[in-house]
Nanobody, 115 residues
Framework: QVQLVESGGGLVQAGGSLRLSCESS????????MGWFRQAPGKQRELVAT???????LYADSVKGRFTISRDNAKNTVSLQMNSLKPEDTAVYYC?????????WGRGTQVTVSS
């Protein structure tokens, strides 16, 4: 089992920044992939950014150049720095981990970007 706890969501004006963090209950060295997804009202959950196969990263085209995913191995934490936020970034952001073929989700954190 892997428990994931997200933090850092909130309300920000367009053009602003937020930083999300996801702490894992298990060492992230034992996790195959860990990253962030989001779900806006009425839309499907979509990939934002994730680590895959160690230090490799994958970003959605819509956030490239604005969002940066990082990891702190000592704290078992993966973070998402979000800059130049847009109203269309408004969503619930979920942390996801994949370990030994199992998928784990956090409860999500709301990000709201006002225009």
């Amino acid at each position: 089992q892997v428990q994931l706890v997200e933090s850092g969501g909130g309300l920000v004006q367009a053009g602003g920044s937020l930083r999300l963090s996801c702490e894992s209950s298990r060492s992230i060295f034992s996790i195959n992939a860990m990253g962030w997804f989001r779900q806006a009202p009425g839309k499907q959950r979509e990939l934002v950014a994730t680590f895959i196969s160690g230090s490799s990263t994958l970003y959605a085209d819509s956030v490239k150049g604005r969002f940066t995913i990082s990891r702190d191995n000592a704290k078992n934490t993966v973070s998402l720095q979000m800059n130049s936020l847009k109203p269309e970034d408004t969503a619930v952001y979920y942390c996801r981990a994949v370990s030994s073929g199992n998928v784990y989700w956090g409860r999500g954190t709301q990000v709201t970007v006002s225009s």
